[in-house]
Nanobody, 131 residues
Framework: QVQLGESGGGSVQAGGSLRLSCAAS?????????MGWFRQALGKEREGVAS????????YYADSVKGRFTISRDNAKSTLYLQMNNLKPEDTATYYC???????????????????????WGQGTLVTVSS
């Protein structure tokens, strides 16, 4: 069974940076593995943030984070990362990593950014950005 565990959340001031990590245990890293991050703020709907497709490294980002966030992975460590720079108060949310499979980078991004057909997600890590 897939298990995902996020870490790296915390409190920062606007303009600051954080790096989130997601350790994946017992996950089958086949070529069609799709992983990503979504977030949920209090009282708001879940929002897909970024995705990465293992087969070709294709990445996608939500418009709200494009240019500020970078998703990456370390296959040897079975770890997914989200580097978040120039954080804004509106980035305040609980961040979750998620995993599923997909047939292409575009399908991967659709699943992660839409939150559809996900196989697993973690407990989440809270990010708080103060102005």
């Amino acid at each position: 069974q897939v298990q995902l565990g996020e870490s790296g959340g915390g409190s920062v001031q606007a303009g600051g940076s954080l790096r989130l990590s997601c350790a994946a245990s017992k996950y089958a890293y086949y070529g069609n593995t799709c992983m990503g991050w979504f977030r949920q703020a209090l009282g708001k709907e879940r929002e897909g943030v970024a995705s990465i497709y293992r087969s070709d490294g294709t990445t996608y980002y939500a418009d709200s984070v494009k240019g500020r966030f970078t998703i990456s992975r370390d296959n040897a460590k079975s770890t997914l990362y989200l580097q978040m720079n120039n954080l804004k108060p509106e980035d305040t949310a609980t961040y979750y990593c998620a995993a599923t499979v997909a047939m292409s980078g575009a399908v991967c991004s659709s699943k992660i950014l839409d939150g559809s057909d996900l196989d697993a997600w973690g407990q989440g890590t809270l990010v708080t950005v103060s102005s």
